[in-house]
């Protein structure tokens, strides 16, 4: 079946850099996303890996690993906007776009 | 910018009502999905479309049907209306191909009493 894990919840100071993870099964795999998502609002889209290795996009990167089935998405130089939820997804077979439960990022003073 | 928009932010209706969820996207996107989100579970896919009149089963279709007689707008019904059903719900397009973007409307939260 499919399946995707990330952390449920995450603390981090401002400033700082967080790693997000997330683990994915699935039978046919095309693309890798990741969405934020802030308390009441819709998912914004925010980066997508397609082949191996590290996509950079200003504060924030992406990384992918097809073989191991594993992503993370790297946020530096934290901000207090930052705290929201980071939703990781993938496409398989066809057009379905799967998404893990996200985890709740709480960036502190 | 890319629009979607939903057309209902609030709605509470009772048990066994048949409840229609509109979207429309103004970006002639081939791909729309309905989802639901609750807490702990994240986003839970009903049903996809990649084109008009074409529609899939997502994870949780059960109680749900779709419409899609036009390119730019996709109705999810409720036949029945069920307590379990109250949810927040969210509507997303996406152009053709599986590695595009997609852009979400703004939710439905869908309160059944």
């Known amino acids: 079946g499919q399946n995707i894990d990330q952390p449920t919840e995450m603390t981090a100071t401002e400033g700082a850099i967080v790693q997000i993870n997330c683990t994915y099964q699935?039978?046919?795999?095309?693309?890798l996303f990741w969405y934020q998502q802030h308390a009441g609002e819709a998912p914004t889209f925010l980066s997508y890996?397609?082949?191996?290795g590290l996509e950079e996009k200003g504060r924030f990167s992406s990384f992918l690993s097809r073989s191991k089935g594993y992503s993370y998405l790297l946020l530096k130089e934290l901000q207090m906007k930052d705290s929201a939820s980071y939703l990781c997804?993938?496409?398989?077979?066809?057009?379905?776009?799967?998404f893990g439960t996200g985890t709740q990022l709480k960036v502190e003073l | 910018d890319v629009k979607v928009t939903q057309s209902s932010r609030y709605l509470v209706k009772r048990t066994g009502e048949k409840v229609f969820l509109e979207c429309v996207q103004d970006?002639?996107?081939?791909?729309m999905f309905w989802y639901r989100q609750d807490p702990g579970l994240g986003l839970r896919l009903i049903y996809f479309?990649?084109?008009?009149?074409?529609?899939e089963k997502g994870d949780i279709p059960e109680g749900y049907s779709v419409s899609r007689e036009k390119k730019e707008r996709f109705s999810l019904i409720l036949e029945s209306a069920s307590t379990n059903q109250t949810s927040m719900y969210l509507c997303?397009?996406?152009?053709?191909?599986?590695?595009?973007?997609?852009?979400f409307g703004q939710g439905t939260r869908l309160t059944v009493v």
């Open positions: 997303a397009s996406s152009l053709r191909g599986r590695n595009t973007e997609a852009f």
């Open positions: 699935t039978s046919g795999f095309n693309g």
């Open positions: 890996n397609v082949l191996d």
């Open positions: 997804a993938f496409t398989g077979g066809g057009n379905k776009l799967t």
């Open positions: 970006m002639d996107h081939e791909n």
């Open positions: 479309s990649y084109d008009v009149k074409m529609k």
